[in-house]
Nanobody, 125 residues
């Protein structure tokens, strides 16, 4: 059973960059597709980005495409989300999630079985 822990959240200004990390323990990260989701009190948890187990496929929501980059280092058991040119609407709690390798890379939160506790990102104008 994999455990996930997110790092790197904080307070940033509009237009800034920030890198989030998700460290896995208890199992090899290479056996999982990984996703990032975010949530605010006003909105349900929404998909942000996902990456296949071997980095061969990356997916992004339309709202972050071109600004955020997901990557992974299986040797370090870590997945990253690089946030760039952040906007106030990027504020929220960011969660990483893992799904055992299947034939597709999921976008839906229901398809992920393991979740971290989240790290908060606040974008100030």
């Amino acid at each position: 059973q994999v455990q996930l822990e997110e790092f790197g959240g904080g307070l940033v200004q509009v237009g800034d960059a920030l890198r989030l990390s998700c460290v896995a323990s208890g199992d090899a990260l290479s056996t999982y597709h990984m996703g990032w989701f975010r949530q605010t009190p006003a909105k349900e948890r929404e998909f942000v980005a996902a990456i296949s187990w071997n980095s061969g496929t990356t997916l992004y929501s339309d709202s972050v495409k071109g600004r955020f980059t997901i990557s992974r280092d299986n040797d370090k058991n870590t997945v990253y989300l690089q946030l760039g040119d952040v906007k106030s609407e990027d504020t929220g709690t960011y969660f990483c999630a893992a799904r055992s390798r299947i034939w597709f890379v999921p976008r839906e939160k229901r398809d992920y079985h393991h979740w971290g506790q989240g790290t908060q990102v606040i974008v100030s104008s």
